[in-house]
């Protein structure tokens, strides 16, 4: 199994970070729990992506494995609290990057959406890599 280029890393990667944005601060009258786990879905997701865009070599598997780890472990570090923790996620960037409140239930979200997205990346890795200077018929 081949790799990824990075270019195609990063385009998924903002691409995965724009839709998340716009689930969650975009008013599009989607229903609170689309909003939730679309969110944290696709947060996960971008996990994933950038994983996979560290270790271009890895499977989709290992890189899943990893992504669900990374992305338990932060939702584990909301059980922590320091007055300077505490005040970084009541920032936009501790928003987006660490989250507010624990949940189990978004564990589950996270490991759900780097499964769909290992199935995406193995199917992308798997396409068909036109030679230069080849046309295909």
Request: aromatic share 14%.
């Amino acid at each position: 199994m081949r790799g990824r280029s990075f270019a195609v890393s990063l385009a998924l990667i903002g691409v995965t970070m724009v839709a998340g944005a716009a689930i969650r601060f975009v008013p599009l009258g989607l229903p609170h729990v689309v909003v939730k786990y679309g969110g944290s879905m696709l947060w996960a997701v971008m996990i994933y992506w950038i994983v996979s865009a560290l270790l271009p070599t890895r499977t989709p598997f290992a890189v899943a494995f990893l992504a669900a780890g990374v992305a338990t472990a932060v939702e584990f570090l909301k059980l922590f609290h320091t007055p300077a923790f505490d005040a970084f996620r009541l920032t936009l960037p501790g928003i987006l990057v660490l989250g507010r409140f624990f949940s189990v239930w978004d564990i589950v979200a996270y490991w759900l959406a780097i499964a769909v997205a290992a199935v995406i990346d193995f199917r992308i890795r798997d396409l068909p890599v036109e030679e230069p200077g080849h046309a295909s018929l």
